[in-house]
């Protein structure tokens, strides 16, 4: 019953790879927390005691509280599928509370790193140095996650239009715009990729060997730049999403039109960077206001 619900989210729900296999793995674990209790016990005989203990032994070994919140929403996603086929009658995590977690708000570089950035690192003139400039100003001009610059097809360009077709969670897609530095420097890089590499596939950003890019190769790049010009203590291509829609609404972006830059499905996700820019505004009042 696992494959056939890893297929049921990946191809009904439509849920992301990394969805799928973070979802697989949990199960397993659990599976092999149940065999380690009774080996009589399986998935389909558990009931709330047997999930119960296994949230406590994750909190014991130091899981955070986040982390395992995200396995009891893969367990009560396995067990409603379990009951909508059929194969069970009761859903044992019906019980299941979620953990509390502190709310942590998002880290972003300043501006002014932002623009030391692009202006003062030299990227170089060849490939990599074009393809590793384009890979950071499309992830802060844009706000695409990793996986969505990972995935990123020449086909969906349209640098005409200025715009960028990208797929993101649950395959849904959304069109981004593009400014005009970022449409020129897509169109040096086309012309030197195709150079280098010919219609060698259709992935738009390349390593030095003209593969697709992947995960690590991307966040390794974005930590050495990103060393370079800010003290920010993480420094991973989701910083650079965090930067974006920050920026965005401290410059006074509707929150809405964020919301849509950055793909999510409620504005409750989205909400989250206005307490920084609340924080600026305090500042400017504070600054201006006689009775402040």
């Not at 001009?141 to 969505?148: D, P």
Request: proline share 3%.
């Amino acid at each position: 019953m696992i494959d056939s619900f890893l297929k049921y989210i990946e191809f009904e729900k439509r849920y992301s790879r990394h969805t799928v296999v973070s979802y697989k793995n949990d199960l397993e674990q659990f599976s092999i927390f149940l065999t380690s209790l009774d080996s009589h016990l399986t998935l389909h005989s558990v009931s709330y005691p047997h999930l119960r203990s296994w949230i406590i032994s994750l909190v014991e070994d130091g899981i955070s509280p986040s982390s395992v919140n995200r396995k009891m929403a893969s367990l009560r996603s396995y067990y409603k599928f379990l009951i909508k086929s059929g194969t069970l009658k009761k859903d044992p995590t019906s019980q299941l509370k979620a953990l509390r977690t502190s709310k942590r708000l998002p880290q972003f570089a300043q501006e002014s790193e932002m623009q030391r950035l692009f202006e003062q690192v030299d990227f170089g003139n060849d490939f990599q140095g074009l393809r590793d400039c384009l890979m950071l100003e499309l992830l802060y001009a844009t706000g695409m996650r990793r996986s969505e610059l990972v995935n990123l097809k020449a086909s969906s360009l349209n640098i005409s239009k200025g715009q960028i077709k990208v797929l993101g969670k649950r395959n849904k897609e959304r069109i981004i715009p593009l400014n005009k530095e970022v449409a020129e420097l897509l169109q040096k890089y086309l012309q030197m990729r195709n150079e280098a590499f010919g219609s060698v596939n259709n992935f738009l950003l390349l390593t030095d060997k003209g593969e697709p890019l992947y995960d690590g190769f991307v966040y390794r790049k974005v930590k050495k730049y990103l060393g370079a010009t800010t003290s920010l203590e993480k420094k991973s291509p989701h910083i650079l999403r965090h930067t974006f829609a920050t920026h965005l609404l401290n410059n006074g972006a509707d929150l809405n039109a964020v919301k849509e830059l950055l793909g999510h499905s409620s504005l409750a996700a989205t909400q989250v960077y206005t307490h920084n820019s609340l924080d600026k505004l305090k500042k400017v009042f504070e600054q201006a206001h006689p009775k402040a």
